[in-house]
């Protein structure tokens, strides 16, 4: 026991807030259904919830967030007030993508009316249309002629090992995101379509993450950055401090990443297998400036603020992230006397950094335990049966001998709950008991007819069959 | 009247149909819903209906067509028995497309499940979503792990001046095609994607077309097109001759690409003025090759092949068109002995073109007025009144001085109706007008409370207020 | 010798020229040098020689051309009166270049100095290159900051079986060419960069090609087109005509381009097999217009146009050519009132095809046996000898029994004379006597201690050892 | 004097070597002719020389080094012992390139000899084409079908204010440098193509820097990192710091990337203005590693390591640099168990970047006046007289008053002596003068009928008339 706490207490569990937004205020959590659906058709849209809020001046941007609680997974709709220039950069070898190809034509035509972040991976591409045939439908955008909505957008991957189940945003989620949006508010952390994301799985860290904005106004000059960290890398702050990871063995609490970097391969292992390949990961994100440039302009500032990011988040850009830019141009002011592209691709990529580092939400507490609690035999009778978090994860629950057994009976192994044998659950609180390991596990039965996975934020709950 | 009937004689009607498909048969054109419906939500799936069926042997490919009648419009979707490599080539100047930046990364992976072609411009890139979320929803594909979907597709521009609503291939139209894909059926001409479209608007031709399909084998090797032909240019056919176009004035009947083209700007008088600019056209095409091809060898296929359809099409790859290319490999055999990627690629070029001859539908008749019926005026004040299209296209019929006229009243106008001035309608048949012109237009009366506007394939229904 | 004689009877010899240019005059074939050369170093420059004249009126346009008659191979350059914007389009599968990166960047400022296209495959680079430093060499662009040439330029393969030494154009002859440049004349045929070219190797046509331009004026607007045309397809007219092919065993005298692509792969047979791979054909190709164009413009021009000539050259664009368009606009006047891009395009592309047409030298004349020269032993005597060619290929002349024998002794084979067996040479004139075949070379014995394979425009000349 | 000297003192002179090479010697800096050439013929080239001696271990990389002194400015040329697979990735917004677009075609053959890197801007082009000519030339590559070589290669710009001429690396130079390749050798710092770089003009540092190379092995796998560092921003050690700067007015002794990018735009004053636009800097490099590797995967890993020098070079990939970044397979080894792509790309990317902390040279020892020599009027006026650097820039140094001035007198300035006014010299030792300010620049006056700009590495000498 005494092992397993002080490799406990040796995880990492930082947090330390990046660049603080002006203004900020914490929501509570949103309260998921506890019954897992069936059917994407019984979930219900959750709006504007979730993260920390972070307000900024800049009325030619409306911003909408939605989830789906019981996945959890979301996406976030960034809208203008007309439609505008926009250029790409996809640097990542996993991209997911609406669109791209027309906004590499260098048209010097302002057309884009949104763009549309989701998870839920190739299949949360339906947010992006979502969000452009509902610009039609509320007749924003008739279709007639010129009068034709596009809204472009890109996935992040949130499935596989993060949840139980396979939930993606879908087309009711992202239109409610876009009916939400609204001037002023960005909601760092876990919300919108960062609300189940991960960083640094290259790794092994696998820590919860988000969805970061920054915002920066120089004279009349504005620019927003907005992020969702999905990423194969760490998030990095500016003194080279790695800002959340599950640490391995060993590992100091405070982690520099460049210790990590020059200690490859050492520093992947014992390793991490990613059945299919590494393609899982995904950075997606968009710089918004408010002068006049033209498309190879545009192209430029997204090129030299997508390529700065591998500074924050290390390694970037790899096989294993689909990390997309988008940059807009608003064009509401001419360009600063003096300005050169370069100046504000530098000034822009610091807000993005800024960013990246709000991204990084509370980190859950690690489950320490101290005095292990009684558990009595009719207790644990209690808590056995059949637990189904959704068609693809089961697990198992049985007493035997005075201890409490959990084995995954699905398609696949319930985080630490293996599918090839059963474990032992570390009693931990009273009704709550644990799975060690570096990503530790807690199961707790505390609701009747219930398992609560790593209740909080990113919890996953099962009825009892 | 003489005037007008001899200009009339000059428009091109020709159907000259394309190298035929093995066995074919024609379907009756699907009858559409009297009323427009207000919202997509109404609408009603038609699925596998109209064109001319074109039977091949290929079960790796299943392929599902569906249609709003009431647009008209649809969808097409190619299914692959199993993930087979892509590559794509985008050489227009308008594309609409979902994730051919993946596409582009030359992995030498099978990845592809589906590629989708849909109408409704950039709103119809919902067909695309929809029809990957509805193989997870199915279950063929659960994203879990490496079991991730992946359809890509493009669409086409079908709205504007050929129809008066801007009804969209949405979730339903394409999930409906999705199920009621089968094997070794294809319908050319007015189904599917192609059930709306036109082709030759460069030259003002304007005529209605469709998509096509068309599958060769050569001892093993097979190789199957398909394109959705909404092309600038026109259809052109092996000796150089223009397939469909309503003709300018003192056009000859049969029209030479030839003389069209070297005639240009002349031929392209008086001209076409298209509000919004010319990026409203595209052909969206597919090749398949069951032999096994490497990424880059796949990439070179789309090129050489796509680049050839600038001889069935002309001119083919404007600003004013989206054209987009698939290529898919089902890796079912080795490649043929001897056979070189220049060598498919000239053989799968004349399937292609095949394909595009096959696009073009039965022309609409061209109305004449042989003897004109009279019309009492007591029949023409029962069709005196407001007929409602859709929330852009009304239209105000009156009795005046023994004569009928129409003036459009909503957003635009409504073919040869105006909206600036009242037009006199040329009594035609028992209840049936028409407005003369380069596209004549016919006003249908004989269905008590409606307005049918060019009565066939294409018609446009509308209900008296 | 009836069936050889009906054999060569059966060799297509067309020459049909294309659209002709205003003015012409033919010059003489320059006369190449006896000894072929050991290194590049002793190579002299020709420059504006062959080829048949076209003379247009564009000041802006300075064109000169060079070549080294021993390969021969050659150069040519297009320098423009001050920098202009440029764009270029890739499309084959095995492109030589020089700057397009720079080009794709979409940029709205006029860089392009020069446009150079050369023989040599990626040897010839160096072409392009060499005009860019001889721009600074001569002081036109300092390298003080603003004042940097910008060459781009593009190479076509003309080594291999189509002469007997590999002859690069270097550094010497581009700046040569540069040094030739002069307004209003252009050399349609066998000149400078298309000094030794072939088209239709798809089909085994292998016809002697050369370089091509056309030019046309519509009110202010100029728009010129050049091509160096190394198709691996056929040149095609505008009646699907083959404009130049050595046919194969019972083809008709006159082709059509429908006949060979439909018969494939027969119309490939009996098959070539080039070692190495195909990648051996490139067309490069320009297109220039006089009005202003934004960068996102030009480049669809570029698209269109370059698109289109898979019309005048079928295949085109397969993975055996390399083929790169690049686009230039002068921009001396705005765009024509109502001029749209493609519309533009639509006219430029018919340049283009003219450029092509015109690209197509007079084909060498067949050599007929008609009644066999009696050739004394003595003669033959005189003729045997050891002859070389280049570093590769040297050919070893016997005489036994009255006869004549040829073979190769080289690193390859000579034309028709084979490397691991003798030939037998059949008498055709006095001192002149062939190998027959679908490309019958024909040796030259007249010009003492000399041996000219295939006099005339492309003869290759060795020295008796 | 205090005021400036206390200036002086504030200026960033901080040599920190990175990460070294297993074993290094450092050479003297080569003597440069004192006559500045009229023109390009009459130079001679020097080869490997300069810099500081990195040896590694790998048979299969000969690399050799040229550099005309008097430009300075240089070339290297990386040249493989066998045709390689190699793959690009251009990032930066100026780029210079020879052959890239072949490249990108993902063609799964080994096609590249060599990797050339080269100084004088888009003239420097010229090295790239000498070397594949020189392949040819000395028969290693015959032209012979597939014989046929293929280097590849960019340059960046090293003219300006950097140097008082506009010598290139020509085909002289480069065929120099290809003939002295050798195994197991590369020179860090100024030398090669990297003899006359400079980094941080984005912040007004404009510190000399170089070429850098870094080697690792692991097990059997071997990487290597070549980088010619001419960046716009500045180079970044694994601490934050900036390795070389000449600091601004007031700026610390020793600064941190973070404080000057997160000052944006305040630290880019008082602001440099370069005539003609930014786009004059450039970073070019390339990773080799002996793994095998698809072109996807060698794509993947370009990419990957590309954008991992953002943290080394702050700002990268802006408008102002031409980066690119080539790749190559040299496929001796298959990859090591267990090794991922994103794996291979962390521990590449670390080995860049020590190749980046290497290129930075001994920074140049500041001029601190501390007693000033008393100089008489007639040794001052045995200084005064014409002085000619090259075409483009003279200076005139004048005797008046016991004080000795300098204006230049050519197209532009020569350091910090203007062109508008003459520039008080201030005595700093015997014979040599400096023109205080944030650059100082020495004129020394030792040498009988010469002045030598900055005496040393990068020094520039005129003849005085």
Tied chains: 1, 2, 3, 4.
Aim: charged share 20%; with cysteine; aromatic share 8%.
């Amino acid at each position: 026991m005494m092992t397993m706490k002080s490799r406990l207490s040796l995880m990492a569990l930082t947090l330390t807030l990046g660049a603080l937004p002006a203004q900020s205020q914490t929501t509570t959590p949103p309260t998921a259904k506890l019954n897992p659906p069936d059917s994407q058709a019984d979930l219900k849209p959750v709006v504007n919830t979730g993260g920390t809020v972070m307000n900024f001046d800049w009325p030619m941007l409306k911003i909408g967030m939605a989830e789906y609680s019981e996945g959890p997974t979301g996406v976030t709709v960034i809208r203008f007030g007309r439609k505008v220039l926009g250029a790409v950069d996809v640097r990542g070898g996993g991209p997911g993508t609406v669109n791209t190809e027309f906004l590499d034509l260098y048209y010097n035509v302002p057309e884009v009316d949104s763009v549309v972040f989701s998870g839920g991976s190739w299949y949360g591409l339906e947010s992006v249309t979502a969000v452009n045939t509902a610009l039609k439908d509320e007749g924003a955008r008739t279709g007639n002629w010129d009068n034709i909505g596009l809204a472009v957008g890109s996935i992040i991957y949130d499935f596989g090992d993060r949840r139980l189940n396979e939930i993606y945003p879908d087309k009711k989620l992202a239109q409610a995101a876009l009916r939400a949006a609204q001037t002023g508010i960005f909601r760092n952390g876990s919300a919108g379509a960062g609300r189940n994301t991960r960083s640094g799985y290259y790794f092994g860290c696998n820590a919860p993450s988000g969805q970061g904005g920054a915002f920066k106004q120089l004279g009349d000059l504005k620019v927003a950055a907005f992020t969702v960290v999905n990423a194969f890398g760490v998030v990095v702050d500016r003194d080279g401090k790695v800002k959340a990871c599950y640490g391995g063995d060993g590992w100091p609490k405070e982690l520099e990443v460049k210790d990590l970097m020059q200690n490859l391969p050492d520093s992947q292992k014992p390793g991490w297998t990613v059945p299919g390949g590494p393609k899982r990961n995904t950075t997606i994100s968009l710089i918004v400036v408010n002068q006049k440039m033209d498309p190879s302009e545009l192209k430029r500032l997204a090129v030299q603020v997508h390529t700065s990011m591998a500074r924050g988040l290390q390694p970037y850009a790899t096989m294993g992230d689909g990390d997309v830019m988008y940059a807009i141009s608003t064009a509401e002011i001419d360009a600063p006397e003096g300005m050169t592209n370069p100046q504000l691709g530098g000034i822009a990529s610091e807000v993005m950094w800024d960013a990246i580092l709000n991204s990084v939400p509370e980190q859950p507490p690690l489950p320490v335990v101290t005095s292990a609690p009684q558990v009595t035999e009719k207790a644990m009778r209690a808590y056995a049966g059949d637990y189904r978090f959704s068609n693809i994860v089961s697990v198992k629950v049985t007493a035997e001998g005075g201890k409490l057994y959990a084995q995954a009976t699905g398609e696949r192994k319930a985080y630490n709950v293996p599918k090839d044998a059963k474990v032992e659950l570390i009693a931990y609180k009273d009704g709550v008991f644990m799975v060690p390991g570096r990503y530790p596990t807690v199961l707790d039965f505390t609701t009747k007819g219930k398992l609560v996975m790593n209740p909080g934020q990113w919890q996953q709950t099962a009825a009892k069959k």
